[in-house]
């Protein structure tokens, strides 16, 4: 169903908008991040016409089955830009670094070095996040906090590599409010490293989704990643992944 896609894309900006007033800032410095993981390409295309132009995929084949199928539709307009947001394997790494504008999900030293190999193949400088497991959850990705800096170290001496900015995903909870240390000390880290090597171009900060991304936003996010709030219920998805 593609019915008040549109009204629910208005609504999420809104939302988005007043929560970066309350928080002093500029609601054009937060980029809304359509997760559209299970989403068929129709919907995505009905998110396209209603204005959305970034989209975030957990999964490179599924991600490039839907480019395909939107570009046979009629194509797709040139600023659209898609978003690695789930875990990335490295036999992977040759598709993301050809199809996706930003990977969001380096978190391992191995990881990084094979991006920066296949972008060296490709002439390009891939744009990526570093995430971190700030919930130190173990069956979750993530860098731990202590490795940071040295990960972030590493990435700045692979030249096809350019780190914007960190990434979380937090534990879920019922109450958003329990989150907001999470993403205030993702901010804190952010603007710590910025001396660092390696930290000259850290401004990003991909945080909050569906249920939490008014909080993240009052606490600095510059991408939100939103899919059940704009595409409704997914099958498949688990409820602690409906972002």
């Known amino acids: 169903m593609t019915a008040g896609l549109p009204e629910r894309l208005a609504a999420l900006r809104e939302r988005i908008a007043a929560a970066a007033v309350r928080a002093g800032r500029d609601p054009a410095e ?22 959305q132009r970034v989209f975030g995929e957990n999964y490179v084949q599924e991600a490039l089955g839907k480019m395909r199928a939107l570009g046979a539709q009629g194509g797709l307009p040139p600023d659209i830009r ?3 947001i789930g875990r990335l394997q490295r036999n992977k790494a040759r598709d993301a670094v050809a199809h996706f504008h930003s990977i969001e999900v380096v978190d391992r030293p191995d990881l990084a070095r094979e991006l920066d190999r296949r972008a060296a193949a490709r002439g390009r400088v891939v744009e990526v996040l ?3 497991n700030l919930s130190r959850e173990p069956q979750k990705a993530g860098v731990p906090e202590e490795e940071l800096a040295g990960l972030l170290a590493r990435c700045a001496a692979l030249p096809h590599l350019q780190v914007v ?4 995903l937090p534990e879920p909870v019922g109450d958003p409010e329990r989150l907001r240390p999470v ?4 901010r804190a880290l952010r603007d710590s490293l910025r001396s660092a090597p390696g930290g000259g171009n850290l401004r990003e900060l991909s945080m909050g989704m569906s249920a939490d991304f008014e909080v993240a936003v009052e606490e600095g996010a510059t991408r939100v990643r939103v899919g059940t709030a ?12 409906r972002r």
Do not use: N
């Open 82 to 84: 898609w978003h690695l």
């Open 30 to 51: 937060v980029t809304l991040v359509a997760v559209s993981k299970r989403v068929s390409p129709e919907r995505i295309r009905a998110a396209i016409d209603a204005g």
């Open 183 to 186: 993403f205030a000390r993702l």
């Open 165 to 168: 900015g960190l990434m979380t």
């Open 230 to 241: 704009l595409f409704g219920p997914r099958a498949g998805v688990p409820e602690e992944d």
């Open 130 to 132: 570093i995430q971190v």
